[in-house]
């Protein structure tokens, strides 16, 4: 459900809003509210407040919702939609940013920001600018290596913004919500010539959602261990396979590895 109020303000009104999820009747945090000139994303309450010109139409998107419309007439009080649950973007869709592909040698999903709508935001960062231009992606960090990596940190630090009254049930919607978790670190080729993305990825399985649920995000791992039919791997798993491709080297792979025991007799070989 979607509750607006709109305050006038010079040509553009001020809209404010709450969307929930039809199925559940829960906010729906996340969700990207794109007008002519602005796009925000909804909080932890899914409360957005976006300024638009009567007349314009604004857009709400989300990771497994249809694409949701609105109008904004002359005169509008109140309004009250749902966004429903739809198919077209179920599929794991991973971003990097850190090298080019040719069209033809894409395999996954790829979402296309419009740098013009970019640069209109009035934000100091450009990280931060990319808030809510793809549905269904949270912007973090600036993208630097620091703090622990790992799937499981991630969903610890996502739950861990909110206060702790609020966590439990910010867990339970994280659970049904969230599509999986990418973990990348770059490691050094062999050759020199540049650098090999690592990534260990969660996908948000049944098993994966009561972990989340119960707060068992230490456990995580032995899913992403036994969850390889589903495109699941830890970052061992990942960093493993780039040396057996010999991709990096030995002493890379002890340098990057999370247990230093997997990668203990071949540390030196450069």
Excluded: C, W
């Excluded at 000139?37 to 899914?46: P, Q």
């Excluded at 231009?133 to 790992?150: E, M, R, W």
């Excluded at 009254?165 to 969230?178: A, C, E, G, N």
């Amino acid at each position: 459900m979607l509750l607006l109020a709109l305050f006038s303000f010079a040509q553009q009104k001020i809209i404010t809003g709450r969307v929930i999820s039809k199925t559940t009747g829960e906010p729906l945090q996340g969700v990207s509210v794109q007008a002519k000139n602005k796009t925000v994303t909804t909080d932890a309450e899914g409360k957005f407040s976006l300024p638009v010109t009567a007349g314009e139409t604004i857009s709400l998107s989300f990771v497994g919702m249809n694409l949701l419309k609105v109008k904004i007439a002359n005169v509008m009080s109140s309004l009250s939609l749902t966004m429903e649950e739809g198919s077209n973007d179920l599929n794991l869709v991973v971003v990097t940013g850190y090298k080019t592909e040719k069209k033809v040698d894409l395999t996954g999903a790829v979402s296309i920001v419009n740098l013009a709508n970019v640069k209109n935001n009035p934000v100091a960062s450009p990280m931060l600018a990319l808030q809510g231009q793809v549905p269904g992606l949270y912007i973090q960090t600036d993208g630097s290596p620091t703090g622990a990596n790992g799937a499981a940190p991630t969903v610890d630090r996502m739950i861990n913004v909110f206060p702790s009254d609020k966590q439990s049930h910010v867990r339970t919607m994280l659970s049904t919500s969230l599509r999986g978790v990418v973990s990348q670190q770059l490691l050094q080729k062999s050759d020199k010539s540049g650098r090999v993305a690592a990534l260990e990825i969660l996908v948000n399985t049944s098993a994966a959602q009561n972990l989340i649920r119960q707060g068992k995000l230490d456990q995580l791992e032995n899913v992403m261990q036994a969850g390889g039919a589903f495109g699941m791997r830890t970052m061992d798993t990942a960093i493993q396979q780039l040396l057996d491709s010999r991709q990096v080297t030995g002493k890379e792979a002890y340098k990057k590895g999370i247990n230093k025991v997997r990668f203990e007799a071949v540390k030196d070989q450069g």
